[in-house]
């Protein structure tokens, strides 16, 4: 293996790994915010019965 296609290898490689894990990491912080925003939406909800 030459090192032009060691160097590529690794390039698209790690790279894809790296995009790969901040989109996972950031799905998952989305979806960690928007639950916090709908449980403090529902917590600040009058449910008073009359």
């Known amino acids: 293996m030459t090192l032009s296609?060691?160097?590529?290898f690794?390039?698209?490689d790690?790279?894809?790994n790296t995009l790969a894990a901040a989109l996972i990491t950031?799905?998952?912080y989305?979806?960690?915010k928007i639950r916090a925003t709908l449980r403090n939406r529902n917590a600040d909800?009058?449910?008073t019965t009359s």
């Open 5 to 8: 296609t060691l160097y590529a």
């Open 10 to 12: 690794l390039g698209h």
């Open 14 to 16: 790690l790279l894809g």
């Open 26 to 28: 950031g799905a998952g």
């Open 30 to 32: 989305t979806a960690k």
């Open 45 to 47: 909800t009058d449910h």
